[in-house]
């Protein structure tokens, strides 16, 4: 069964910084892997999404990078901003399955 | 395009009332599905439906049934609602294994918060 895993749970940063969150996951036979921001009381909305025989998708100044082999992907935030402050969370499509696979998230606060 | 839309935004039950929650997309997706988000839990998968006329259990199926009778709504039902089923439920869609390129992405909708007391 695939397990995903995001770590750290929580991550408070000063404005300005570059962070790197963490998702990992167990089978490394995926189709895709996703990542959403989620706003308090809000839905999620898709950020990226990288497919299988993809290494890299970048928007603006996030950019999401998938190593399959060590189950492992990482958003990295340029220059953070109070208002990338949310919960990113990241799923993963196992392979032949119609079900993708959640993390728990991380709740990021960027502080002024 | 509205995306994925969700009726209601809120809703507070009596233990043992029923109620119908109400996803619609107007993206033409084959795969719908519906969610539950509680603190600590993170999402659940409730029911899905890979197309037309088509549902299956999720993870927390117990106490919920669904029905997709158009292609573009996906119903969810509490018919005798309980304290334990106070959450947030979220619905989502996706494109089909047919289009390869964005098959599986899945878009959210805004969430309905459901109360039982």
């Known amino acids: 069964k695939q397990e995903v895993t995001q770590i750290p749970a929580a991550l408070s940063v000063p404005e300005g910084e570059n962070l790197v969150l963490n998702c990992s996951f167990t089978?490394?036979?995926?189709?895709?892997l996703q990542w959403f921001r989620q706003d308090p009381g809000k839905g999620l909305t898709s950020l990226l999404l990288?497919?299988?025989?993809?290494r890299e998708q970048t928007s603006g100044r996030l950019n999401a990078s998938l190593d399959k082999s060590s189950g492992r992907s990482t958003l990295y935030i340029a220059a953070s901003q109070p208002g990338d402050s949310a919960t990113y969370l990241c799923?993963?499509?196992?392979?032949?399955?119609?079900?993708?696979?959640f993390g728990r998230g991380t709740s990021l606060i960027v502080h002024p | 395009n509205a995306g994925v839309t969700q009726t209601p935004k809120f809703r507070v039950l009596k233990t043992g009332q029923s109620m119908t929650l109400l996803c619609a997309q107007d993206?033409?997706?084959?795969?719908m599905y519906w969610y539950r988000q509680d603190p600590g839990m993170g999402l659940r998968l409730i029911h899905y439906?890979?197309?037309?006329?088509?549902?299956a259990k999720g993870e927390v199926p117990d106490g919920y049934n669904v029905s997709r009778l158009k292609k573009q709504n996906f119903l969810l039902g509490l018919e005798s609602a309980a304290p334990s089923q106070t959450s947030v439920y979220f619905c989502?869609?996706?494109?089909?294994?047919?289009?390869?390129?964005?098959?599986?992405?899945?878009?959210f909708g805004p969430g309905t918060r459901l109360t039982v007391t």
């Open positions: 989502a869609s996706s494109y089909g294994a047919q289009d390869r390129k964005y098959s599986y992405e899945q878009y």
């Open positions: 089978d490394s036979a995926i189709y895709n």
């Open positions: 990288i497919q299988s025989s993809q």
């Open positions: 799923a993963v499509q196992p392979g032949g399955s119609y079900i993708p696979t």
């Open positions: 993206m033409n997706h084959e795969y």
């Open positions: 439906s890979v197309g037309e006329g088509t549902t």
